[in-house]
């Protein structure tokens, strides 16, 4: 997994805001996996083996590292997929997707790294009726232990530096401040 992050330049170098408004020096775009539609099935694949015990109905994702990923999973397992969007600065279920009461959801991410999206997103499916059975990202690299309440999985762990933005050595050293992601952030 890390080696094909590598080969399709997922894995980038620099001063980066997180989603989680945390700061790193290393940055995971695994959006440059699903360029290569054999790699986004492989990656889909793998974690939808990992899932398939918990029977997913749905599998959803928070748009946008979510969507293709959800997708492809759900393809793998036999089951709809949908994705969440932000409205109003809050994750929504829109473009008329429907949860039915208790159907049962497994939620996919592409990188976790505090669980906050992926804590969204549970939410929206809760108050749609839904039971998240199972959650998946393609590459943890949390440091503490994620709030989940159901199992996750994930298909490789990346140690990678993480920085309060009060105590981030690259902030001061001047190091440009770059915010890769699709989330905004609000200080």
């Known amino acids: 997994m890390l080696e094909l992050l590598r080969q399709v330049g997922a894995l980038l170098e620099g001063h980066f805001l997180l ?8 940055y995971i775009q695994c959006a440059k996996i699903f360029e290569f539609p054999s790699y986004g099935e492989k990656i889909a694949k793998a974690i ?11 599998v959803i994702g928070p748009a946008l590292g979510g969507v293709i990923l959800a997708y492809e999973v759900a393809r793998h397992v036999n089951a709809r997929a949908m994705f969440t969007e ?8 829109r473009r008329n ?11 996919v ?3 976790t790294t505090t669980g906050k999206s992926v804590l969204e997103v549970a939410e929206v499916v809760r108050e749609h009726g839904g039971q998240v059975c199972c959650i998946a990202s393609i590459v943890d690299r949390s440091i503490e232990k994620l709030p989940f309440e159901v199992p996750f999985y994930s298909l490789v762990k990346l140690e990678l530096p993480i920085f309060e ?10 190091v440009p401040l770059v915010k890769p992601g699709s989330r905004k952030h609000i200080v």
């Open 97 to 107: 997707f429907n949860i039915e009461e208790n159907e049962r959801v497994a939620i």
């Open 165 to 174: 933005p009060n105590d981030c050595p690259l902030c001061q050293q001047g």
């Open 48 to 58: 939808a083996e990992k899932i398939s015990q918990h029977k997913p109905d749905i």
């Open 86 to 93: 932000r409205e109003d600065g809050r994750m929504r279920l």
């Open 109 to 111: 991410e592409d990188v």
């Open 19 to 26: 989603s989680s408004g945390k700061h790193s020096s290393k």
